[in-house]
């Protein structure tokens, strides 16, 4: 992975960082969502208290890929998926994936298992995506999504950094 970086708060005194962001770009082959989320759990595992939201986690990141890169990129292997992963000081984690495609207008998410949606194939993705973090927030047409995993209520969720 690439391009890590630890912002500091601006201030008279030295704190430690509130976050850390790491940025990172992969091309368009559904072969490498595995190993890129494996690696980004890990770097994450070393900010956060691992907890059964950290697989919400992992499952929103790996379905927010196939995303960008089957719909978005159209598994255009010359097209890439960008991915910012920000993991604050109280176990915060922000991600935002975008993918190089032109978005649809339509990111209305339904609950597949409601009567009325049992049976539709699509919308199921962005259901996951959605189902299992805090906070979505779509840009561009979809093309661009943010998502944020609110650290633990009532527990220290935080790690210091290894």
Excluded: W
């Amino acid at each position: 992975m690439a391009h890590a970086k630890v912002a500091t708060p601006v201030s008279q005194s030295f704190q430690l960082a509130s976050y850390v962001e790491l940025r990172d770009s992969l091309p368009t082959h559904v072969d490498l969502i595995s190993p890129f989320v494996d690696e980004l759990m890990r770097f994450i595992s070393r900010f956060r208290v691992s907890d059964e939201n950290n697989s919400e986690i992992e499952l929103a990141l790996r379905e927010a890929l196939v995303n960008a890169m089957v719909p978005g990129n159209q598994q255009d292997p010359h097209k890439r998926v960008y991915v910012k992963c920000r993991c604050a000081a109280d176990g915060e984690v922000s991600l935002t994936v975008e993918d190089e495609g032109h978005g649809s207008e339509n990111h209305v998410v339904m609950d597949p298992s409601s009567a009325d949606h049992r049976l539709r194939i699509r919308g199921r993705k962005m259901y996951m995506i959605t189902a299992h973090m805090d906070e979505v927030c779509f840009e561009r047409g979809g093309s661009v999504v943010h998502r944020r995993k609110r650290a633990t209520v009532g527990s220290d969720t935080t790690r210091k950094p290894q």
